[in-house]
């Protein structure tokens, strides 16, 4: 027996179980290509959420940058005001781990098979 990962919810499940004890995904009745095109959309919503927090994260960064012109004094003057800087600091960040997630993603033995039927 050995524990492998819910193609559909990917907690840790034994490969005997007819039933992913988590989601209820009956692995009994599905064939390798059932499982490789599940784990291949899974693959992909990540893959779009990845992208998502990376959007959201240039968002904040647009949105800070406009704030701390438009905050008084208005222009981009030093020190920048707390909460748009902190709204840039945060796209920054939020930037940074989509783009590595998305990497991760990417990476060869992250990709899923392609299903064979
Ligand atoms: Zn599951």
């Given at each position: 027996?050995?524990?492998?990962?819910?193609?559909?919810?990917?907690?840790?499940?034994?490969?005997?179980?007819?039933?992913?004890?988590?989601?209820?995904?009956?692995?009994?009745?599905?064939?390798?290509?059932?499982?490789?095109?599940?784990?291949?959309?899974?693959?992909?919503?990540?893959?779009?959420?990845?992208?998502?927090?990376?959007?959201?994260?240039?968002?904040?960064?647009?949105?800070?940058?406009?704030?701390?012109?438009?905050?008084e004094?208005q222009?981009?003057?030093?020190?920048?005001?707390?909460?748009?800087?902190?709204?840039?600091?945060?796209?920054?960040?939020?930037?940074?781990?989509?783009?590595?997630?998305?990497?991760?993603?990417?990476?060869?033995r992250?990709?899923?098979?392609?299903?064979?039927?």
């Amino acid at each position: 027996m050995a524990i492998i990962n819910c193609p559909n919810c990917s907690k840790r499940i034994s490969d005997q179980s007819t039933f992913c004890a988590h989601c209820e995904l009956p692995l009994g009745e599905m064939s390798q290509a059932d499982v490789a095109r599940l784990e291949l959309r899974r693959w992909r919503r990540r893959v779009w959420q990845s992208k998502n927090v990376t959007y959201a994260a240039m968002t904040a960064l647009v949105v800070g940058a406009i704030w701390w012109w438009l905050a008084e004094p208005q222009g981009w003057t030093l020190p920048p005001p707390v909460l748009p800087i902190g709204l840039i600091a945060l796209g920054g960040v939020a930037y940074l781990a989509g783009r590595v997630w998305l990497f991760w993603l990417k990476m060869e033995r992250n990709r899923p098979r392609p299903p064979r039927d």
